[in-house]
């Protein structure tokens, strides 16, 4: 069970459009059992089969079924050959949905994010962007496909009482090539550890 104060997010939060669970994950936190903990302050919708963008598009794979399943999973994918990235799966069985977890503001846990990403010498550095977040967490293949609400796993998100920013505006997605009209980035505005 992950070590930091608050209540792992219930089933029914991620079981929406993840265009309505992305912009209400900011400020939530990612924790984990190793003592790593940190704040989401950067995130992106991704809407399956409407969604040219989605890893799910053009229906289910060996690589994506994860997205399929029961929403509140963890699924985490292999990037450019060298990058894993994390989602959190959203909407019923099925639909293919989910939120990227694209960066976070380290707050616990920061000698091992750290250890983890020697090349970071600043703690701005450690987690923003969804490369360098899941190789600060810890997070690789392993990760795919675990329960982040029964948090029995090593990881889960939490709800430690801090609000999601008010007036929050949709931004364009980073990184893609379709899909490019839809605005389905969300960020915690003026802070730091959100990606350049």
Not at 60 to 67: E, F, G, L, S
Not at 88 to 108: D, F, M
Not at 115 to 130: E, I, Q, T, V, W
Request: net charge positive.
């Amino acid at each position: 069970m992950p070590n930091w104060p608050g209540v792992p997010l219930a089933r029914s939060f991620y079981d929406r459009d993840p265009c309505l669970v992305a912009p209400e994950l900011l400020n939530k936190v990612l924790a984990s059992a190793t003592g790593r903990a940190g704040r989401i302050v950067e995130v992106e919708a991704y809407r399956g089969s409407v969604d040219p963008a989605a890893h799910t598009y053009r229906g289910k794979t060996v690589r994506n079924a994860t997205m399929f399943g029961p929403p509140g999973f963890m699924y985490v994918y292999f990037t450019y050959g060298m990058h894993w990235c994390c989602n959190t799966v959203c909407e019923e069985e099925g639909k293919g949905c989910g939120v990227l977890l694209r960066a976070l503001e380290p707050i616990a846990g920061l000698d091992q994010m750290h250890a983890a990403r020697p090349r970071s010498k600043r703690d701005r550095d450690l987690c923003s962007g969804p490369a360098r977040l899941t190789q600060a967490m810890g997070i690789d293949g392993a990760q795919n496909g675990i329960d982040l609400v029964s948090a029995q796993q090593g990881f889960t998100v939490l709800d430690d009482g801090m609000a999601p920013p008010e007036k929050l505006v949709g931004t364009a997605r980073i990184g893609i090539s379709r899909g490019t009209e839809h605005l389905w980035r969300w960020y915690v505005p003026g802070n730091p550890h959100v990606s350049k």
